[in-house]
C-alpha cells in the first residue's frame, strides 16, 4: 500500500488543456457514473451514442467509470490529458478541477440554453450552485437529496399518529419508539457511510447553520451548529441513537432498517428502493422539520456534468451535452434509478408524478434544501472538497455519535482539522 | 602441531587461503582487463529487465520523493518546501496515534499468526484422518479474497443482531460493541488480522519442519530429551531461519495492510484503528495533500527497511552459528 500511494503521487502532473486527448479524430469522448441500476448505463450509452454531430464536430464516446477509486480516475486522467471532454463524477469534482484551471466554463453553452427554454427548466436555485467567480463550472444533472424517513407501521405501533414536523415533536417520536426498542434516530458514519455525516449536517442548516461563512471560509463552531449537535448528543444519551452507529456501514444502516431496529432517520431519496421488500413499503418521507430557530433545510447533492478545456473542439463539447440535456428524460421516466432530475419539465412527467416520495421529496425538500456551502452560499466552491467524505468529517461524526464529546469540543476539532486540510 | 603453524592457518583460512597455501589473487596485484565480450552479452540480455526494472519501480520512487518535497496534489506538482511536509507530519498527534496502532496491529499481526501457525504446523504434522482436509480448510483465510473475508467479518460483529454480539449478550456480557467502542475495534481488527495471516505462517513452519531430520528427535529421545526440550533446543533452532524470514515477510504485510483496517473499520472509530498506511491513504486520496501523505509512505518505508535489516542480521547470524 505505501508503494501504491508512492506510485498515486507519480501522475505526471502540470500542462493545462491542450488537445490531444478528449478523444482523437475530433471525438467527444463522455464519461458517466453508474448513477442507477443496471439498467442506467445501458439507456444512457444508447442515448449518448444517438447523437448525430452536426458537419465538422465530432461523434460522441461513451464509458462508465465505476465509483471504486473515482477520484484517482479522473485524476490521473486529467493530469495525463487523456480523460474526457465531458463527465459527470462526484459532486464537488467540478470545482476540484475548476481550481486546476482543467474546466470549461458553461457560460457559452447556458446562454445558448436561454434562447432554446433549456435554461429556464432547470429547477429553481439549482444552476447558482454552479456558479464560481470565473464562471458556471459545470450543469446540473441530478440532485442527490437527504431526507427524512419514517417506517409508518412502527410509528403506528408506538402510538404516534402523524410524523413529527418539529424537533420536539421528534424527540418525542423518539422517546415513544425506544419503548418497543427502536432507534428514533437511525443512522451510520462507519466506513464509506457519509450519510451519517450528511445526517449531521443536515440537523445543522436545519436549525440555520452549515460549516462556510459569506466568504466561503470553514465556520463550523456557531450557535446553530452548536444547539443543532446538543439535539443529536441529547437523543444519543438518551439511546435514541443505536450506540454501534458510529461505524455501521452503509449496508449494516440499509439492515437495520431491514430489521425494523430504525424508526426514523436522515437517509438518501432511494432508500426505500435499496431497503425494498415489506419493510421498504412501509418507508415514507416526511416533511421538513422546523428547527427552534423556526427554519427548515437539509444537506443535498447537485450533481452535476462538466466540460474540461481538454477537449478536440470545445463547440463540440457544447453541441453533445445541449443534445443530451434534449434528450435525457428517459433516464428518469424509465426508472433507471437516477437521483432526482433538474429539470421541471421532467418532474412535470406522467411517470415521475406516479412515485409520491419522489413528488414530495422535489416539492417540500428541494427549495429549503442547501449545499455544502450553506449558511453563507449556496455557490460551491473548491474548498468544500475538504468536508466532503474526508476524514475531518468521518472523525467528527464517530465522535458525535459515540456520544464521549460535546458539541463545542467537536465542532471545534472540526473547524481545526478542516482548516488544516484546506492548509 | 605447534600452537603458532595452527593459528597461522585459522588465519590464513579466514583470509580464503586454500590448504595449497595458494588462496585468493591478491586483489591490489590484478592485472587490470576491460570488459569482456561475454560482459557486454549478458549485460544486452539483461537491460531490458534492468530497464522495466528502473521505470516501473526507480522513477516512481524517485517522483514520489519529489512529491513529498512539495505542496501540490494529484493534479498540481506545487512548490518546493523542503522538509516541510515531513517536519509537519512528525508534529502532527494523528501520525504518532497511527504510529502506536501501526506497532500494535504489527507485532499481535506478527506473533499471533506465527504461534497459531507454528501450533497448526505441529498438530498436522502427526496422522491425522483427513488431515489434507484439515490443511485445505486451514488455508481458506490466506486463500479467500480480503474483501470477503471482511464483509463477512462485518457481519459477525457489526450490528447488535450479528452473531458475536448475540452470543455475547447471551452469555450475560451485554450490548458489545465490537466495531463501535475504540479499543474493541482495536482488538477486533487485530484478531482479524491474525485470522487472515495464521495460514501463510502455518505454511512457511510447515515447510521449515518438514526439513528437520526426524533422526535428530530419536537420537534425543534415546538421551532422555522430554517433548517440551525436544521442541526448544531441536525444533526452534532448527526452524529459526524461516521464522526469522516469516517475521520479517510478516511485518511488511502487517505495516503496508490497508484492506484489512480500511474495509472492516474504514480506521474508525474516531480515527481508533488508523493505521500509517490507512493515513497516507486518506491524506492523498481524501485530502488531497499530495507532499504530507507520500511523506507518511516515506517515513513508513525507512522504518520497515530499519526492522528488515535487523531481522535480516538475525537470519545471517543464525547462518553463521
Redesign the interface.
Known amino acids: ?11 505526471p ?2 500542462g493545462s488543456g491542450g488537445g490531444g486527448g478528449g478523444g482523437g479524430g475530433g471525438t467527444i469522448k463522455f464519461w458517466n457514473m453508474p448513477w442507477g441500476n443496471t439498467e442506467f448505463n445501458t439507456l444512457d450509452e444508447e442515448i449518448t451514442k444517438a447523437y448525430k454531430p452536426e458537419d465538422g464536430l465530432g461523434a460522441a464516446t461513451y464509458q462508465v467509470i465505476q465509483w471504486a477509486n473515482f ?2 480516475t479522473f ?2 486522467a ?2 495525463s490529458n487523456t480523460g474526457p471532454a465531458v463527465s459527470s463524477g462526484g459532486g464537488t469534482q467540478a470545482f ?2 475548476e481550481a ?1 484551471g ?1 474546466i470549461a466554463y458553461a457560460d457559452d453553452l447556458l446562454e445558448s440554453w436561454k434562447e432554446s427554454g433549456l435554461y429556464d427548466d432547470f429547477l429553481p436555485g439549482l444552476l447558482d450552485t454552479m456558479k464560481v467567480e470565473k464562471g458556471y463550472a459545470a450543469v446540473p444533472y441530478n440532485l442527490d437529496m437527504r431526507v427524512l424517513w419514517y417506517n409508518t407501521t412502527l410509528l403506528e405501533a408506538a402510538g404516534i399518529s402523524a410524523p413529527p414536523t418539529d424537533w420536539q415533536g421528534y424527540m418525542d417520536a423518539c422517546e415513544a419508539l425506544k419503548k418497543n426498542n427502536v432507534y428514533g434516530y437511525g443512522t451510520g ?4 457511510a457519509f450519510t451519517g455525516t450528511h445526517a449531521l449536517v443536515s440537523w445543522m442548516i436545519n436549525n440555520g447553520g452549515g460549516l462556510f461563512d459569506e466568504d466561503q471560509k470553514p465556520n463550523c463552531v456557531t450557535p446553530e451548529n452548536i444547539e443543532a449537535m446538543d439535539f443529536v448528543l441529547e437523543m444519543v444519551s438518551k439511546g435514541y441513537v ?8 452503509s ?2 444502516v440499509d ?2 432498517w431491514e ?1 425494523r ?1 430504525f424508526g426514523m432517520g436522515y437517509n438518501t431519496g432511494g432508500l426505500a428502493n435499496n431497503v425494498g421488500g415489506d419493510v421498504g413499503g412501509e418507508l415514507a418521507v416526511m416533511s421538513p422539520l422546523k428547527s427552534p430557530s423556526g427554519k427548515q433545510g437539509a444537506l443535498f447533492f447537485p450533481n452535476s456534468i462538466m466540460m474540461y478545456t481538454n477537449t478536440p473542439s470545445q463547440e463540440g463539447s457544447e453541441a453533445f451535452l445541449t443534445y443530451y440535456y434534449q434528450n435525457m428524460t428517459p433516464l428518469w421516466t424509465e426508472g433507471t434509478g437516477i437521483g432526482l432530475p433538474p429539470l421541471k419539465s421532467i418532474t412535470e412527467t406522467e411517470e415521475f408524478q406516479a412515485d409520491p416520495t419522489n413528488v414530495k421529496i422535489i416539492t417540500e425538500w428541494q427549495p429549503v434544501a442547501r449545499t455544502w456551502a450553506a449558511p453563507g452560499g449556496d455557490a460551491l466552491f473548491f474548498d468544500v ?2 468536508v466532503d ?4 468529517m ?2 467528527f461524526s ?2 458525535i455519535l ?1 456520544g464521549n464529546t460535546d458539541s463545542k469540543t467537536a465542532l471545534t476539532a472540526l473547524q481545526s482539522a478542516i482548516e488544516g ?1 484546506l492548509a | 602441531m605447534a600452537t603458532s603453524t595452527v593459528t597461522n592457518r585459522i588465519e590464513k583460512a579466514r583470509k580464503g587461503v586454500g590448504v595449497s597455501g595458494q588462496g585468493a589473487p591478491d586483489q591490489g596485484r590484478r592485472k587490470k582487463k576491460g570488459i569482456s565480450a561475454r560482459a557486454w552479452t549478458l549485460l544486452a540480455f539483461a537491460f531490458p529487465s534492468l530497464f522495466l526494472l528502473v521505470l516501473l519501480n526507480l522513477y516512481p520512487v524517485i517522483y514520489a520523493g519529489i512529491q513529498s518535497v512539495r505542496d501540490g496534489d494529484l493534479i498540481d506538482p506545487g512548490n518546493f518546501v523542503g522538509l516541510k511536509n515531513y517536519t509537519d507530519v512528525l508534529t502532527q498527534p494523528s501520525f504518532w496515534a497511527a504510529t502506536r496502532f501501526t506497532i500494535i496491529f504489527t507485532i499481535v499481526g506478527v506473533f499471533g499468526s506465527w504461534l497459531i501457525g507454528l501450533v497448526l504446523a505441529l498438530l498436522l504434522r502427526t496422522k491425522v484422518p483427513a488431515g489434507g482436509l484439515f490443511k485445505v480448510l486451514l488455508l481458506l483465510p490466506w486463500v479467500v479474497p480480503v474483501v470477503v473475508s471482511a464483509t463477512s467479518w462485518n457481519w459477525l460483529v457489526a450490528t447488535p443482531q450479528s452473531p458475536l454480539p448475540m452470543l455475547a449478550n447471551a452469555l450475560g456480557l451485554g450490548n458489545v460493541l465490537f466495531l463501535a467502542d475504540p479499543v474493541l475495534a482495536q482488538v477486533t481488527v487485530c484478531v482479524f488480522k491474525v485470522w487472515v495471516s495464521f495460514p501463510f505462517m502455518m505454511m512457511m513452519m510447515a515447510s521449515a519442519l518438514a526439513a528437520v531430520d526426524v533422526n535428530v528427535y530419536e537420537a534425543a529421545k534415546m538421551d532422555g530429551a522430554t517433548n517440551w526440550q525436544s521442541f526448544s533446543h531441536i525444533t526452534m533452532p532448527m526452524i529459526s531461519r524461516s521464522t526469522y524470514i516469516s517475521w520479517i515477510l510478516m511485518t511488511i504485510f502487517c505495516v503496508n495492510d490497508f484492506p484489512t483496517i480500511f474495509l472492516l473499520t474504514g480506521g474508525g472509530p474516531v480515527d481508533a484503528t488508523t493505521s500509517l498506511v490507512v493515513l497516507s491513504y486518506r491524506t492523498v486520496f481524501q485530502n488531497f495533500q499530495t507532499g504530507p501523505g507520500v511523506a507518511i509512505a516515506f517515513v513508513m518505508t525507512l522504518v520497515l527497511v530499519i526492522v528488515s535489516v535487523v531481522l535480516y542480521r538475525q537470519i545471517r547470524k543464525v547462518n553463521i552459528e
Do not use: E, I, R
Request: net charge negative; hydrophobic share 40%; charged share 5%.
Open positions: 500500500m505505501a508503494a501504491a500511494t508512492l506510485l498515486a503521487a507519480c501522475s502532473s502540470g477520484t484517482q485524476s490521473s486529467v493530469a476540484q478541477f486546476q482543467k458514519a462507519g466506513a464509506g443505536d450506540p454501534a452507529s458510529a461505524t455501521y456501514t449496508a449494516n439492515s437495520q430489521a431496529t472538497t475538504a467524505g474526508t476524514p475531518a468521518d472523525t464517530q465522535s459515540g486540510a
